[in-house]
């Protein structure tokens, strides 16, 4: 079991560039949730999805912010454009479903200069 | 709304001391309770999980927790902490359509 992989581990950007962040489940989870980490917010929940269907996007801060999962295997995180204040690290998780615990993946540190 | 609480930001122990984490919770129902530690550039790790039956779960690298409904507490406990537990610990309720994280709590270990 490879655990959820997150990609890239850090991601330098200019401000107004367009930022994807990447993640593969655990295969045969089903549900996949996107996380934001920062010192002043802590854990924020962005979105999550069920059955590659979205059920919760209410934490996604801006249009900027999209998110999809294509297929049961690989779902993506973009932002257009990127901010500063976007900088943070972004973690991606997944589990069988409600009540089981979430596997976390190693993060993303985004950096937007 | 539901909510956890994690009121100590940071703990200072000593190394071979005790430990407790405390975290509280708000929810209608009994949840599903989990505690998670995370180590600096890495992803949260799942220490134990309580959804039902006996009160006290016990976790890996020697952690358990109790669950005290009438508190509606769900604390995090180690006899003897060692050096390698320094870490931020971390709190998690599922409602059974979203997982509530607390703030969390710093972890520092001295010798």
């Known amino acids: 079991d490879a655990g959820v992989i997150q990609s890239p581990r850090h991601e330098v950007t200019e401000m107004g560039q367009e930022v994807t962040l990447r993640c593969k489940p655990i295969?045969?989870?089903?549900?996949l949730f996107w996380y934001r980490q920062t010192m002043m917010r802590g854990l924020e929940l962005l979105i999550y999805?069920?059955?590659?269907?979205?059920?919760?996007d209410s934490g996604m801060p801006e249009d900027r912010f999209s998110a999809k999962m294509p297929n049961a295997s690989f779902s993506t995180l973009k932002i257009q454009p990127s901010e500063p204040r976007d900088s943070a690290v972004y973690f991606c998780?997944?589990?069988?479903?409600?009540?089981?615990?979430?596997?976390f993946g190693n993060g993303t540190r985004l950096t937007v200069t | 709304a539901q909510s956890v609480t994690q009121p100590d930001i940071h703990i200072t122990v000593s190394e071979g001391a005790s430990l407790e984490l405390r975290c509280n919770y708000s929810?209608?129902?009994?949840?599903?309770l989990f505690w998670y530690v995370q180590s600096p550039g890495q992803g949260l790790q799942l220490l134990l999980k309580?959804?039902?039956?006996?009160?006290l779960v016990q976790g890996i690298k020697g952690f358990e927790a109790e669950f005290k409904r009438s508190q509606s507490s769900f604390n995090l406990r180690k006899p003897s902490v060692h050096w390698s537990d320094a870490a931020e610990y971390f709190c998690?309720?599922?409602?059974?359509?979203?997982?509530?994280f607390g703030t969390g709590t710093s972890l520092t270990v001295i010798p």
């Open positions: 998780a997944s589990s069988v479903g409600a009540g089981s615990p979430l596997h």
């Open positions: 295969s045969g989870h089903n549900s």
């Open positions: 999805f069920n059955n590659n269907v979205p059920i919760d």
């Open positions: 929810y209608g129902a009994t949840p599903y």
């Open positions: 309580y959804f039902s039956g006996d009160t």
């Open positions: 998690a309720v599922d409602s059974g359509n979203q997982f509530y």
